[in-house]
């Protein structure tokens, strides 16, 4: 039988598990795990915020997540989605905005910064770090990203759109 690894532990490996949209982030830099703690009934449970009502992304992301579980040791582990609080961009860690605009997504504005800033105008370009940018498409790649272009080197990029 596998060790059964401590909830904290448990926490520190589902964390690293990769965003299946956004690859180069993982879900705790996300900030979409609320909590890893062992249940009254004695399960592991996973707690998760999704990004937004119906991400499509939700069933891979409760799949790796119970995979994780089971190599924790705990294969019997559950995961339960909360709504409420609802997710925010502000809940992206400093090292997730940090690895979006090194993979050239510009990460969002604070949810409390002004409207244009949260839209994406003044968005910092990733590619040569202007603020000279515009939106391009309100839809990216996925759901939470949007498109701009940057007015000075006129690379297009994602931005994730603040919520």
Same mark, same amino acid.
């Given at each position: 039988?596998?060790?059964?690894?401590?909830?904290?532990?448990?926490?520190?490996?589902?964390?690293?598990?990769?965003?299946?949209?956004?690859?180069?982030?993982?879900?705790?830099?996300?900030?979409?795990?609320?909590?890893?703690?062992?249940? +009254? %009934? =004695?399960? /592991?449970?996973? @707690?998760?915020? $999704?990004?937004? !009502?119906?991400?499509?992304?939700? #069933?891979?992301?409760?799949?790796?997540?119970?995979?994780?579980?089971?190599?924790?040791?705990? +294969? %019997? =582990?559950? /995961?339960?989605? @909360?709504?409420? $609080?609802?997710? !925010?961009?502000?809940?992206?860690? #400093?090292?997730?905005?940090?690895?979006?605009?090194?993979?050239?997504?510009?990460?969002?504005?604070?949810?409390?910064?002004?409207?244009? @800033?949260?839209?994406?105008?003044?968005?910092?370009?990733?590619?040569?770090?202007?603020?000279?940018?515009?939106?391009?498409?309100?839809?990216?790649?996925?759901?939470?990203?949007?498109?701009?272009?940057?007015?000075?080197?006129?690379?297009?990029?994602?931005?994730?759109?603040?919520?």
């Amino acid at each position: 039988m596998r060790e059964r690894l401590a909830p904290e532990e448990v926490r520190e490996r589902v964390g690293a598990v990769p965003d299946p949209e956004l690859p180069l982030i993982t879900l705790a830099e996300l900030g979409v795990v609320r909590e890893v703690a062992e249940a +009254p %009934d =004695g399960i /592991v449970e996973v @707690v998760v915020t $999704p990004t937004y !009502t119906g991400c499509p992304a939700m #069933d891979i992301i409760v799949a790796d997540i119970k995979a994780e579980l089971a190599r924790c040791g705990h +294969p %019997d =582990g559950r /995961v339960r989605t @909360v709504l409420a $609080p609802a997710w !925010t961009t502000d809940w992206i860690t #400093d090292e997730g905005r940090r690895k979006l605009a090194e993979n050239g997504i510009s990460p969002p504005g604070s949810r409390t910064a002004p409207l244009e @800033v949260r839209l994406g105008t003044g968005a910092v370009c990733p590619h040569c770090g202007s603020t000279a940018t515009r939106p391009q498409s309100p839809f990216g790649v996925t759901r939470c990203q949007s498109v701009l272009v940057c007015v000075a080197c006129r690379e297009t990029f994602g931005h994730m759109k603040a919520i």
